[in-house]
T-cell receptor, first 113, second 113 residues
C-alpha cells in the first residue's frame, strides 16, 4: 500500500534562518507531488507541484522553493524565513488520472519567531 | 481558472442534527469532486468523491451528489455526532496535465453533545 511521510511534525525557527521540510512517498512510482500551506483558520494554498524529477511548478511568488531530487522525494526550502512563513505545511501526492484523489501527509506546523 | 466556493462557517450543531455544507464550483471540462475532512492537528483525509455528473459519493453516513446543472457538490449527513467535529474541505481536480487540486476555504463544524 502507499504511504506518505512528512517531517518534522513541528518546527520553531527564528526569523532569517533556513528551512528544509521533507516529504517521501512509498508504494507508488512517478507520483504527482504537491506542497500546500494552510495559514491559521484559513484554507489551503497550493505552493508548488511536481509531475516528475526536477520538474517544479510554482503557484505563488514567495520566499520558498521546492525541489524533487528523486522520484518520490519532495523538499520545501527557504534560505531566510520570514514571520509570514508561519503556518501548517502539507505535502500530498496523487497518481496521474482524471478520477484519482490526493493523499496527504500529517503536516508540519512551522512557527517562525 | 478553476475555483471552489463553500460556506465558511463555523457551523455549530447539536448531536443528531441534520448537516448540510454547501459547495459550488467553477471549472472547465469535467472535473472530479471531493470532500476532505481535517481533524485538529492532522492532515486531510478523503471523505468521499464523485467523478462524473449525477454520481453520489458516500462514506461514514456522509453523502454528496455531483450536480453538473447547478455546479454543486453539497455535503449532507442525516445525524451528526460529536466525533464529526472537524474542518471540511470541498475540492476539485481539473483535467490539466498537472492534475492540480483546487480546494475551498474549509468549513469548521462543531457538534455539541
Amino acid at each position: 500500500s502507499q504511504t506518505i511521510h512528512q517531517w518534522p511534525a513541528t518546527l520553531v525557527q527564528p526569523v532569517g534562518s533556513p528551512l528544509s521540510l521533507e516529504c517521501t512517498v512509498e508504494g507508488t512510482s512517478n507520483p504527482n507531488l504537491y506542497w500546500y500551506r494552510q495559514a491559521a483558520g484559513r484554507g489551503l494554498q497550493l505552493l508548488f507541484y511536481s509531475v516528475g524529477i526536477g520538474q517544479i511548478s510554482s503557484e505563488v511568488p514567495q520566499n520558498l522553493s521546492a525541489s524533487r531530487p528523486q522520484d518520490r522525494q519532495f523538499i520545501l526550502s527557504s534560505k531566510k524565513l520570514l514571520l509570514s512563513d508561519s503556518g501548517f505545511y502539507l505535502c500530498a501526492w496523487s497518481v496521474w488520472g482524471m478520477d484519482t484523489e490526493a493523499f496527504f501527509g500529517q503536516g508540519t506546523r512551522l512557527t517562525v519567531v | 481558472g478553476n475555483s471552489v466556493t463553500q460556506m465558511e462557517g463555523p457551523v455549530t450543531l447539536s448531536e443528531e442534527a441534520f448537516l448540510t455544507i454547501n459547495c459550488t464550483y467553477t471549472a472547465t471540462g469535467y472535473p472530479s469532486l471531493f470532500w476532505y475532512v481535517q481533524y485538529p492537528g492532522e492532515g486531510l483525509q478523503l471523505l468521499l468523491k464523485a467523478t462524473k455528473a449525477d454520481d453520489k459519493g458516500s462514506n461514514k453516513g456522509f453523502e454528496a451528489t455531483y450536480r453538473k446543472e447547478t455546479t454543486s457538490f453539497h455535503l449532507e449527513k442525516g445525524s451528526v455526532q460529536v466525533s464529526d467535529s472537524a474542518v471540511y474541505f470541498c475540492a476539485l481536480s481539473g483535467d490539466n496535465y498537472g492534475q492540480n487540486f483546487v480546494f475551498g476555504p474549509g468549513t469548521r463544524l462543531s457538534v455539541l453533545p
